[in-house]
């Protein structure tokens, strides 16, 4: 049976530990891993229980990546699966990271919606239709894309989409100001209804000023 003959931190930003069994470099774990599994100097291990710590290792990494790339900002399931097919990591990995993610309250694809919704009602207001196809390429279920959308008053999101766009549109004369209030709120996803009808009440207020 081998044993841990040291156990010697890395130099590398990850600080990752080194194992030397009878002497010589068997491989390196994660901080995380290494507190964990509590390996220590003297501990023996044979080639199944190496090969083991070398897994769970993985998994720590896998983890690793997945919640610093939610440091940035929410994402769904789908998206931090890309991501980790990207750094490498293998499928049967991925997956059991996700549910462990999911878990420990890191992922959830309803709040993940929902905050995806309300932030581009508060920044950048869109129609439904828009906002189902930016949650679709999102990778999300069909029916929590319809609970997330219906949140969305179609009416109210294309007039302060327009309150954004109309005072740079204020020295057009009446036509100019529709077609071009028309094309950008279209370009929102809005229909021809709702374009009309926001397009008149702005230009009213418009005048107003």
């Not at 003959?5 to 069994?21: D, F, H, M, P, Q």
């Not at 220590?40 to 769970?56: C, D, H, R, T, Y």
């Not at 990995?93 to 508060?122: C, P, Y």
């Not at 007039?159 to 950008?184: E, H, I, S, T, V």
Request: proline share 2%; aromatic share 8%.
């Amino acid at each position: 049976m081998s044993k841990i003959t040291e156990l010697k931190k890395g130099r590398s930003r990850a600080k990752r530990i080194n194992v030397y069994v009878d002497d010589q470099f068997a491989l390196s774990l994660t901080p995380e891993t290494a507190k964990k599994t509590k390996i220590s100097v003297g501990q023996e291990l044979g080639q199944a229980a190496l090969k083991e710590l070398a897994e769970k290792d993985l998994r720590q990494q896998c983890f690793n990546a997945a919640v610093r790339f939610l440091g940035y900002r929410p994402r769904s399931e789908s998206e931090i699966k890309q991501r980790l097919i990207k750094h490498g990591f293998d499928a049967a990995i991925i997956e059991k990271t996700l549910t462990h993610l999911q878990e420990s309250g890191f992922t959830d694809d309803d709040a993940f919606a929902r905050f995806w919704v309300e932030n581009r009602e508060i920044f950048s207001p869109r129609s439904r239709r828009l906002a189902k196809m930016e949650l679709k390429r999102k990778g999300l279920e069909p029916e929590i894309i319809e609970k997330a959308v219906n949140m969305i008053d179609e009416k109210d999101a294309a007039y302060r989409a327009a309150q954004k766009r109309a005072p740079r549109l204020a020295a057009l004369d009446y036509n100019d100001f529709r077609r071009r209030l028309g094309q950008y709120l279209g370009r929102r996803g809005f229909g021809y209804g709702i374009i009309k009808e926001i397009t008149e009440k702005a230009w009213k207020e418009m005048r107003k000023k």
